[in-house]
């Protein structure tokens, strides 16, 4: 578990497929430039040894630290107990050494007997007479000689581990032996099978091959026959045709006169309907004069009655004062004078009516003589009109018969133009029945042929075959003997079985040396802490019968072995970490010469012919400066969460990511069959192919909003800043001028602001969910997909209160603006949403939807059609709509 290597997965072997690759280390591949190369299994089965001997090796040093470690611990509790009895540290002991000239000798006196510590080092122990010492100095002796027999257990035990091993290998040789052995006779065997066979398959494919020769005779017989019927029709068709190609030439010469004389009838005929409408046209001007005529005859007569009238009413009221004026005067002479003034006045009345009868008059003759004028134009307006109608009568019948004729010419120029069309039709038909004839002659002739060198090759086949079916029979009669096969096969399994006694053996061996092992180096740790009680015990006998010094210098050197062994510990330690660290090393080399491996064995030679239909070729997101330069035929395919993780990655990912997509293809895609998620993050990374699964959700409306761009056509062209390298996403364009509120860039800087105030609905059907008989309470939810990777928060939502009861006009009024800010007005998406609130259950039902792109959006009052669910505006949802303000 220590020796596992870290995960390592910059490293990609498809760099190496065309190199010579000669081995492996940690970091990846050792290419040479010599001609020499190594297959992909030699460098697996090389890096494996390596990695198998550095492991090897790296357990064998933490052994042997571990052993260590382990004496130094104990070493070291037992100078730390000694030091503990003398009531000393090791510092103290030391500085006191060093002081006193006499404290530590520097000789070994009479008496002492020297012994060496595990270190090799020599330790001076002074001899004294106490029985403590004596069993201790005895004792030492015993761990020594138990510590030699650890040892030597462990060295058996490690000689029976590799003759073990050995046995093991031995037995997988046999047994590879066998296994050749048996496969071999089995591959004689069926060898002899597979001869019998042939032969009996090669007779088989002789007869047929015959009967196949004998079967394309026949053919040829029978294509022979046919090449002469195909002669015969072919001659007969050419006569055909040339007789057909000559009434066809006549009729069309026929058709041709026919068209001219109609064309030349048509003319006249046209010439002469206008004739006949000018004069038409005559007739009714002078039909309308004489119509004014008699309205003025009938007007002036009636002016001539009234003028009459008036005459007569002056004439009455004329008579009337005379009469008035003789009898003014016939009165008294008293009143004479009065008489005479009223006589004047009425006189003076009566020269007022005279005159106005003068002018009755003279209106009257004036009026009768322009009646008198009218009556003789009407008579010659009359006989105009009647002559002018004859005329135009004449005109019109002979339009008519021009006409007539016309049509009758035209009936006769189609027949024969039809009759033309048949005739050529038939030629037609005849010219394809010699084409044809002759077609089926050459074919036929080519069938011969074909058939009479498929005859000659099917006699050379059927001879061939029975010549190679005689050969296998005389090779099947010679089949292989396998008694020496068989023989083999059962010394082999002998040998199996004999090394498979050797390696339980052996494996019995192992197991009892490596128990002898365990036990004597339990027996060594006890007798080293026996060793340790007795030499304490020792200590303190010698603290209270001898002097002092001698404890203080059994525990220097107990401390001084102490201090070696942690010196070794720290040695091996580094060994340890250099031997994992080679190990790691190595197994990292082996997991980048297993990936080499298996790469080298995926990889095959692709067909030309496959090659040049393959368009788009899909590779693996590595990091981006190696995806910059893969061919613009690569394409990354990426997963959902892949893409959000990229997003969350920081602006250099991201502007990676936008600058691959303006060269190459790339396409994401749900991990999951029954979800969705977000395009709109995608494609505000550049992304061409974004699936989606048919799911009916709010991401789904999202990818229809888009595509309704351009009325549904399945492709929208991407904004200029995901298109031209030249375009970075902070230019600025605010000098762009256009009524459509979405812009020309990504801008993080200055959002596009965006107010949409929701005003009425128009006919805005049930839910599917609803009862017949119950009204509806609509609402309308807007929410703003903006597709920046700036905003990881989610989309910002407008909510309108709830018009309760009215589904065919609710009325909102747009007394609340939805007010939203739109970095990617060239991406995002606005989602309108109607739903419906139950009072009762205090949920909300699907009524219809619309997702408009930004870019598409333009100010003033706007109607925007609903959508159901499965995008489509048909039943009662088919005029349902909002009338909004943007």
Request: aromatic share 6%; glycine share 4%.
């Amino acid at each position: 578990r220590e020796l596992t290597p870290s995960a390592f997965t910059d490293y990609d072997s498809e760099d190496d497929i065309k190199e010579n690759v000669i081995g492996f280390n940690s970091t990846g591949s050792i290419k040479s430039t010599s001609p020499q190369k190594l297959s992909a299994e030699q460098l697996f089965q090389n890096a494996r040894g390596e990695s198998l001997e550095a492991n090897s090796n790296a357990k064998a040093v933490l052994n042997q630290l571990i052993d260590v470690r382990h004496h130094a611990q104990q070493s070291q509790n037992h100078a730390y107990a000694l030091l503990r009895d003398i009531g000393m540290s090791y510092e103290e002991l030391k500085k006191k050494q060093e002081e006193g000239p006499d404290t530590e000798p520097d000789f070994v006196g009479e008496g002492t007997e020297v012994e060496l510590c595990h270190d090799g080092r020599e330790s001076k122990v002074k001899e004294t007479a106490g029985q403590a010492m004596e069993v201790a100095k005895a004792f030492a002796e015993s761990v020594e000689e138990s510590r030699l027999l650890a040892i030597a257990a462990a060295i058996e035990a490690r000689s029976e581990t590799e003759l073990f091993e050995l046995a093991r290998e031995d037995l997988t040789d046999k047994e590879a032996m066998l296994a050749e052995a048996v496969e071999e006779l089995q591959t004689a065997s069926k060898s002899n099978r597979d001869l019998v066979e042939a032969a009996e398959r090669a007779l088989s494919e002789a007869r047929t091959n015959r009967e196949y020769a004998e079967n394309f005779d026949r053919r040829v017989m029978a294509v022979r026959g046919l090449v002469d019927r195909s002669h015969d029709q072919a001659v007969s068709s050419e006569t055909v045709a040339g007789t057909a190609d000559a009434e066809a030439k006549i009729s069309e010469q026929r058709a041709s006169d026919a068209e001219a004389r109609f064309a030349k009838a048509r003319a006249n005929a046209e010439h002469e309907r206008k004739k006949a409408e000018e004069e038409t046209r005559l007739e009714d001007d002078l039909e309308m004069q004489l119509i004014d005529a008699k309205k003025d005859l009938i007007n002036s007569r009636e002016a001539v009655i009234a003028a009459r009238e008036r005459a007569d009413d002056a004439v009455v009221l004329a008579e009337k004062l005379t009469d008035e004026i003789r009898q003014a005067r016939s009165k008294d002479e008293t009143s004479i004078e009065k008489s005479d003034s009223i006589a004047s006045q009425k006189s003076n009345e009566r020269r007022a009516y005279m005159g106005a009868i003068e002018r009755a008059l003279a209106d009257k003759l004036s009026l009768e003589s322009s009646t008198r004028r009218l009556e003789s134009m009407i008579d010659d307006l009359q006989r105009k009109a009647h002559l002018q109608a004859k005329v135009a009568a004449s005109c019109r019948r002979q339009a008519d018969h021009s006409m007539s004729i016309a049509d009758q010419l035209e009936e006769h120029a189609l027949e024969e133009r039809e009759a033309a069309n048949l005739r050529q039709a038939a030629c037609i038909k005849a010219k394809i029945g010699v084409e044809s004839s002759d077609a089926v002659l050459t074919s036929t002739e080519a069938q011969l042929a074909e058939a009479e060198r498929a005859a000659l090759e099917a006699d050379d086949v059927a001879l061939e075959s029975r010549q190679k079916a005689e050969q296998l029979a005389k090779e099947a009669e010679a089949v292989q003997d396998l008694a020496v096969l068989e023989e083999d096969v059962q010394l082999a399994r002998e040998s199996r079985d004999l090394a498979h006694g050797i390696y339980e053996g052996a494996k019995e061996s192992k197991e009892e040396a490596l128990e002898r092992s365990a036990k004597a180096k339990q027996v060594h740790e006890t007798n080293c802490l026996n060793l340790a009680n007795l030499e304490r015990d020792a200590m303190a006998e010698l603290l209270h019968k001898e002097s002092a010094e001698q404890a203080e210098l059994l525990a220097v050197n107990a401390c001084e072995n102490a201090e070696a062994l942690s010196k070794q510990v720290d040695v091996l330690e580094k060994k340890c970490e250099e031997a994992k660290a080679l190990a790691a090393e190595k197994s990292a080399a082996l997991v980048i010469a297993n990936r080499y491996k298996e790469k080298k064995i995926r990889v095959g030679r692709v067909s030309p012919s496959l090659a040049r239909y393959t368009l788009i070729h899909s590779t693996n997101v590595r990091n981006w400066d190696k995806s910059f330069q893969l061919p613009n035929y690569a394409m990354h395919s990426i997963p959902d969460k892949k893409v959000i993780e990229k997003s969350e990655q920081g602006e250099e990912e991201q502007k990676g990511w936008v600058e691959f997509n303006k060269t190459h293809f790339s396409r994401t895609y749900p991990e999951s069959a029954s979800r969705n998620y977000n395009p709109l993050l995608p494609w505000a990374m550049g992304c061409h192919f974004v699936s989606m699964n048919f799911i009916r959700n709010k991401f789904m409306l999202l990818n229809d909003g888009r595509f309704r761009e351009n009325g549904g056509q399945g492709y929208v062209l991407k904004p200029e800043y995901l298109r031209n390298k030249n375009t970075k996403e902070s230019d600025s364009t605010e000098d762009v001028v256009s009524d459509y509120v979405g812009g020309a860039s990504f801008d993080n800087i200055h959002p596009r602001q965006l107010s949409i105030r929701i005003l009425s609905g128009f006919c805005l059907p049930k839910s599917a969910e609803k009862k017949s008989s119950a009204t509806i309470n609509p609402f309308v939810r807007v929410t703003l997909y903006d597709g920046s990777p700036a905003t990881p928060l989610p989309p910002p939502v407008f909510k309108t209160h709830v018009v309760e009861g009215n589904g065919l006009n609710p009325v909102w009024d747009g007394q609340e603006a939805a007010n939203f800010s739109c970095l990617n007005p060239d991406v995002g998406i606005l989602l309108f949403a109607v739903y419906d609130h139950c009072n009762i259950t205090k949920t909300d039902l699907f009524i219809g939807t619309s997702a408009v792109p930004v870019s598409c959006l333009r100010e003033g009052y706007r109607c925007v059609s609903l959508y159901d669910s499965n995008n489509t505006r048909s039943g009662a949802m088919k005029y349902a709509s909002l009338f909004i303000k943007v």
